[in-house]
């Protein structure tokens, strides 16, 4: 056990760069010295693992700003009024994201988000980021978030192998400051000896399905890693047994940590933005519109008369329109396959509140695909490919993978007898009713305005992480016997650049 004194002195220099104002750690009102302990934990060496949520990714892009508000580097800062060491991070260059080899952008290029073109979505701001991957940094760093990581990722060698990222064989965060090409994640953050440690993976096993609108494939049943696609969610047996291994080594030298499972990203704004029934017409154009798909509709009748499909199907295919707000047409994979019967019936049918539309399809929705046809409405006569939508079967498949994933951490936390945070349950309470502040403002999940997402809709704006940042503290507590204290998240920004 390590105790410490401190005092307002010591708690105001706990700034956060980029912050509204000073993060207010505490605030006692008598002279008394304050004495913090880390109970049974040792947070000399802290190292965090995990992957764009535990580096500070935000807006889309990882840039300074966004790396020195991370939920470790918050954490970190509180250690140190507890024994806690040095924090090093890998920084990017700047503060507008991306990266380049060789001077030239390379693919998957992310720079900060904004709204300040006037787009109905935020777009990347002009310029090209000066993070110049080949310049590989030097050192231990304790922040080992990789964006982009899944679980399996942080124990594979040759992840942040420079030669393997032009080809899509190596992530480019971690090339930039792997140790050697043939390096893992896991080990970088070994060679530091850590004390304590945050691991938070998972998100990612996920993500990249959901996001692409179910367009990867469910990998339940196959063990081989290897041979998944970036987009695919990855088989909770191969999750389980890495998350495992990971456990297995960071507890090796006796260290204590913290684990935390995963929200439900289909509750996050980029799913729960753009409304299914986001299609204004009047009563003209829509006789117009119900006009061109009458073929398609007489003859989803004649096939189900001919026993093709069923007349549920054929009610859920059915497309009209009427005056006001209307469903968009999307694309569903799950429908019958008719077009060998007739090529005109594709799988496509009217959007309900059970389809999850991406925040991308913002952008082009009611647009013309073809500006030289009027009639090529995106989401009307065009209508919206299967990786805009998350069909409610795509859903189950994403849930059910997220409820696995996090049966496998809360067993694994008892195993290892760590702290366990609940993000899962976090995530819900902040969507469900926000999180009042000291000011009477409330921190909610709603896009732009609601003060706990970033612009990409995914991650978490500087107020979101220091909300998380506290979830990490007071598990670590409640587990350890350390009064860390918590932040106030009104010193951090609700968003970057608006």
Not at 177 to 186: G, K, Q, R
Not at 193 to 220: I, R, Y
Request: aromatic content about 8%.
């Amino acid at each position: 056990m390590k105790k410490f004194y401190g005092s307002l002195l010591v708690v105001a220099l706990l700034a956060v760069g980029c912050a509204e104002d000073d993060p207010v750690i505490v605030d006692p009102m008598d002279d008394d010295p304050i004495v913090y302990t880390s109970g049974s934990a040792d947070f000399s060496s802290y190292v965090a693992i995990g992957n764009s949520l535990t580096a500070g990714f935000s807006d889309n892009a990882l840039f300074i700003d966004g790396q020195t508000n991370s939920f470790p580097n918050m954490l970190a800062q509180n250690f140190a009024l507890a024994g806690g060491g040095s924090f090093n991070t890998p920084f990017m260059a700047d503060n507008l994201g991306g990266m380049t080899l060789g001077g030239n952008p390379i693919s998957g290029n992310r720079l900060i988000l904004s709204f300040a073109s006037g787009s109905p979505a935020p777009v990347p701001v002009a310029g090209t980021g000066t993070t110049e991957i080949s310049n590989v940094l030097t050192g231990s760093f304790n922040n080992m978030g990789v964006p982009g990581a899944k679980s399996y990722h942080v124990v594979a060698p040759g992840y942040g192998n420079l030669a393997g990222v032009p080809i899509g064989q190596a992530n480019p965060y971690y090339a930039r400051f792997a140790s050697s090409p043939n390096a893992t994640v896991l080990g970088d953050a070994m060679a530091l000896s850590p004390s304590f440690f945050s691991l938070w993976l998972g998100n990612n096993d996920v993500l990249g399905f959901a996001a692409s609108g179910g367009s990867g494939v469910d990998q339940a049943g196959n063990l081989d890693p290897a041979t998944y696609a970036g987009n695919d969610i990855s088989d909770q047996n191969v999750f389980a047994s890495v998350m495992n291994g990971i456990l297995q080594t960071l507890t090796s030298g006796g260290a204590e940590g913290a684990i935390a499972n995963i929200p439900d990203v289909l509750k996050t704004p980029y799913f729960n933005t753009v409304p299914f029934n986001a299609i204004p017409l009047d009563q003209a154009t829509a006789d117009v519109v119900n006009a061109a798909y009458a073929p398609y509709n007489g003859g989803l009748a004649q096939l189900q008369q001919a026993g093709f499909i069923t007349a549920e199907e054929l009610a859920k295919r059915t497309i009209n329109f009427t005056a006001g707000n209307n469903a968009v047409v999307i694309i569903d994979e799950d429908l019958t396959d008719l077009t060998g019967v007739n090529p005109d019936l594709i799988n496509m049918r009217q959007a309900t509140a059970e389809d999850l539309l991406t925040l991308p399809a913002i952008s082009f929705l009611g647009t013309l695909a073809n500006p030289a046809d009027p009639t090529s409405i995106n989401g009307v006569a065009v209508p919206l490919a299967d990786n805009w939508v998350v069909t409610p079967e795509e859903g189950m498949m994403i849930n059910n993978a997220i409820a696995g994933y996090n049966q496998t951490i809360a067993a694994l936390a008892t195993q290892y007898d760590i702290a366990l945070v609940d993000a899962n349950t976090l995530f819900d309470d902040l969507v469900a009713n926000g999180f009042t502040q000291a000011d009477g403002s409330v921190v909610t999940a709603t896009f732009a305005t609601g003060g706990g997402f970033s612009l990409d809709g995914i991650h978490p704006s500087p107020r979101g992480y220091a909300i998380l940042a506290n979830a990490f503290s007071a598990a670590i507590n409640a587990k350890y016997g350390s009064n860390m204290p918590m932040i106030n998240p009104l010193g951090f920004k609700g968003l970057y650049v608006n």
